[in-house]
Structures are given as C-alpha cells and as structure tokens.
C-alpha cells in the first residue's frame, strides 16, 4: 500500500488512528499495540501477501535470537551468536537480493550456465532486516534489552517506516512505545504530523512525479543522447530522488507524530552542502549512521591510523553502493563516493568556514564549495541511475563530448502534469512549433523551483517547528493536501521500494 493512495489516506490510516487512540483510551493498551502490528502487517501484505510469510518468518528468528542471548552470559557465547545471527539476517538478504546477481557474474566468469532463479525482492527486506540487525547486535553486546514478542513486532512493522524508512533503533522507538502517557491524543503533535505529511506528498506528488518523466524516457533512449539533453535530465534526476525520497521520509515523520511517535530525520538539506563528507551527513542519515555505528567503528574507525580510517570509509561506502542495488552500478556509485570522501579528508582543498578551514593548505570560497559538490554528487548519479556500467560511461562520455542533436526538445516533451495543460494548449492555438518550447521554459522553471526549495531553509524542520501564522499555514496545506489529493489517479511507487 502507498501513502499516496486513496485506500491509505481514507481506510487505512483514519482505522489505525481510531483503533490506536480507542482502545489506548479505555486502558486497553496490550490490544492497542497488537491492533497496531497488525494494521503494519496489513499494510504491507497489501503489496503481496507471500511478503507476509517472510517478514513474519525474519520477525520470529530475530526473536528467537534474543531469547538466547537473554539465557546467555558468558560474552563469548553472546559474540558466536552475533556472528550467526548476522550470517542468518544477511544471508535471507543475499538470497532475496543478490543470489541472482552473483549467479550473473558466476557466469560471466566461468561461462557455467546456471539458470537464474529470478527470485522476487521483498519490498523494505533491506530497511527491516538492517533494523533486525541492530537490534540483535546489541542484544547481543549487552547493549539493548529483551523484550516482549508484541514489542518488537510493533517495533520491527511499525508501517511509517517499514518499507523506506528511516532505519530506526531499539533506543529510539520502543521506549516511546511503552510510555502510556503519549498514547493519548495530542492535537499539537498531531498538527505537526499533518504538516509534514502534506509537505511530503506534495514533494512526492507535485514534484517527484512531475520530473519522473523526462528522467524515465531519457533513459530509455539513453544512447541518442546530446549533451545538454544529459544535463538536463541529470539534474531534474538529482531533484526527483530528493523529493521522492526526503518526501517519503517526510510523510513517514509526520504519520509517525500522528500516533505521537518521533521517527529520526533522515534528510538535513543536503544540497546545501560544500563537500561531499558533509552531503553524507546529511542524505539518508539513518542508512549512514547505521553503517558508521556498526560496520566503521567495528572495523576500527579512526583509531587505527590514518590511513587505515581511510581504507575503512571506502569499506563502507561500497558496502552501502551494494545495499541500494544488486548491480555494478550501485557498487561504482559507492566507491566514487567513498573516494570523494576520502579527497575530502585528505584536508588538500577545503571550504572556508568549514571544520578543514584551518588544516587545508588552500581553501575556497562556500559557495563555490557547494556548486562543487552538487556537480559532483551528479555525476555519481549518473551511475545510480543507469542501467549499466557502459550506458553511465557513455552518458559521462556525451558530457563532456559537447554533442548536440536536438533531443532536448523531445525529452522535455515527457514533463506531462495535467497543470501544464493550458500552457500547451495556449500555444498550440498559435503555433504548434511553439508547444516543444513551452515544455522547456516549464522545465527551467522546474529546475528553478527545486533549487530555490533545496537551497532554502529546511521545510522538514520548519513543517515541524513552526507556529506563527496558523491561518495562512493552515490554507497552504489545504490547497497542497486538494491538489495532491486530486492528482491521487496518477500513483507512483516511490523510488526506494526498489531497494
């Protein structure tokens, strides 16, 4: 089931609200938490009801895995059942995700011959077996505690962020969970969980979407490309992961402040930022925070040397370019990352006001720090976009090959929202060569638009901190909500599903 659906916005999440806030308020607080997990559950067989059987499956052998630790004291027992419970959690991911993909490169090599299974990915496998994973980590490591099978089944379905995201943590969620007094219904956070729903659909609805086409038929034409035409839809690529992703995160924030629960931010302004390190501070934190808290600092973080914290951070970005896809693709955009990173840390070039203005041997200015480090974040798009690794060659290739054959015109043509109907009408009454053109006025317009939303102040933040000027925000969200509510019709699947 999506968030922008009308089977959510008007069945499921009215019923889980009622039901949450009902039966909390007779006192019925065990049967309000095994209302919830099923309405999760519900929520994510909607997709493929053989779905259920995994994570109901993945649920119960993480379970039973704290179980043991809790009958467990002597350490290294507790640290031989980390180790098989991490070869489980990623083995059923292997299988799911990338048996396949290793079965292809298996072939290439050798020329075997083996069938591939063509096995079905869950949807949210990657996001709820790494919240499995940390979990039974620190249990294992005396960290985090046991705790009832109806808890962590809440806190493992919990359907904001089940499929997507954030990766949230036993620390951050399950005590909120069992605090009986924010299971009554607090109309302050239930404004503010409005707000930042509405500001995630409509970044979804009215945004995403909209750039999605040109993105999607550019690709499949991508071998009769121009330059300027790559640009063009590299850029509006870059604005569409954003909005589709943060407003994902966004809509799962607010649904989560609904029920009174804070999820972790998982976008910060990105964008914003004047060097690479700090845009992974800042884009899908929970997934870095994860990677940093037990795959880096495991590994030695920082306090093996240097050049060994260097080896370590290319370790985890490609293990994160690996988590987003079973494709070279998604493995390169890791490495190029991690090596931009790496150049980062070697504090040769750095942007003033930042924390390497002292240690650089030169600096630049911020903003010339800033234009950097989105053209670079582009160009690595450009691998996580692409099918394979020659297409984001040649699509690089045709960059920096100055080419033209007029198919900019073409590929804007795709920027299709029932909005700009009028537009193209208006001109068609004069000239039908003057439709192409208005397609690429609107398109600057739209490019204009998302840098002016990215480069400003965080709307996530405001969305949730705001509380001056009720009425005027009250009718925006309004006219966003009926905009986006109309425009239900047209549902897309977020882009993050397929990882």
Same mark, same amino acid.
């Given at each position: ?315 985890? #970005?490609? &293990?994160? *370019?690996?988590?987003? @896809?079973?494709? /070279?693709?998604?493995? $390169?955009?890791? !490495?190029?990352?991690? =090596? ?52 984001? #060659?040649? &699509?690089? *290739?045709?960059?920096? @090959?100055?080419? /033209?054959?007029?198919? $900019?015109?073409? !590929?804007?043509?795709? =920027? ?84």
């Amino acid at each position: 089931m999506l968030f922008n659906s009308y089977i959510f916005i008007c069945i499921l999440l009215p019923v889980a609200l009622l039901g949450w806030y009902g039966l909390n308020y007779f006192g019925l607080n065990r049967i309000a938490s095994i209302f919830l997990t099923g309405i999760s559950l519900w929520f994510y067989g909607y997709f493929n009801v053989s779905y259920l059987l995994i994570i109901v499956c993945s649920i119960l052998v993480n379970y039973l895995i704290s179980i043991v630790a809790d009958k467990t004291e002597d350490e290294l027992q507790n640290r031989i059942l980390m180790i098989i419970a991490i070869f489980i959690n990623l083995g059923i991911l292997f299988y799911f995700k990338y048996f396949d993909f290793f079965i292809e490169n298996i072939n290439a090599l050798t020329g075997a011959g083996i069938p591939l299974q063509e096995i079905l990915l869950p949807l949210g496998i990657s996001f709820f077996t790494f919240q499995q994973l940390s979990y039974v980590i620190d249990r294992c490591l005396g960290r985090a505690e046991h705790i009832g099978l109806i808890d962590y089944a809440q806190f493992v379905t919990f359907f904001p962020q089940l499929i997507a995201g954030p990766i949230v943590l036993y620390d951050e969620i399950v005590p909120q969970f069992r605090d009986v007094t924010i299971r009554r219904f607090d109309k302050d956070f239930f404004a503010r969980g409005i707000r930042l729903f509405v500001l995630g659909l409509a970044k979804k609805m009215l945004l995403a979407d909209v750039l999605a086409g040109p993105v999607n038929y550019a690709f499949a034409i991508s071998y009769d490309l121009d330059s300027l035409t790559v640009i063009f839809v590299m850029l509006m690529y870059a604005f569409e992961l954003y909005f589709d992703f943060s407003g994902y995160c966004d809509m799962a924030m607010g649904i989560g402040l609904m029920f009174n629960i804070v999820l972790p931010m998982n976008f910060d302004s990105p964008y914003k930022s004047s060097t690479v390190k700090e845009l992974w501070n800042r884009w899908h934190m929970t997934l870095s925070r994860f990677f940093i808290t037990y795959v880096y600092i495991p590994l030695g973080g920082s306090r093996r040397g240097f050049i060994r914290m260097l080896f370590n951070i290319l370790i985890v #970005f490609t &293990l994160s *370019g690996l988590w987003h @896809g079973a494709a /070279w693709t998604y493995v $390169l955009w890791g !490495v190029i990352n991690g =090596l931009l990173v790496i150049w980062d840390n070697l504090c040769i070039v750095g942007v003033e006001g930042s924390e390497y203005k002292r240690e650089c041997r030169i600096y630049i200015p911020k903003r010339l720090g800033q234009v950097l480090t989105f053209c670079c974040f582009l160009l690595t798009l450009v691998f996580f976009r692409s099918s394979g690794v020659p297409e984001a #060659f040649r &699509l690089i *290739g045709t960059v920096f @090959g100055f080419k /033209w054959n007029g198919r $900019l015109t073409d !590929v804007l043509s795709h =920027l299709s929202a029932p909005e700009f109907y009028i537009f193209e009408e208006a001109a068609r009454m004069i000239s039908d060569n003057l439709v192409p053109w208005v397609h690429v006025v609107i398109s600057v317009l739209m490019i204009v638009l998302s840098f002016v939303l990215v480069m400003g102040p965080s709307a996530t933040v405001r969305a949730v901190r705001e509380t001056d000027r009720p009425v005027r925000r009250a009718i925006l969200l309004g006219v966003l909500f009926v905009w986006c509510f109309v425009s239900l019709s047209q549902v897309s699947t977020f882009l993050y599903f397929n990882f």
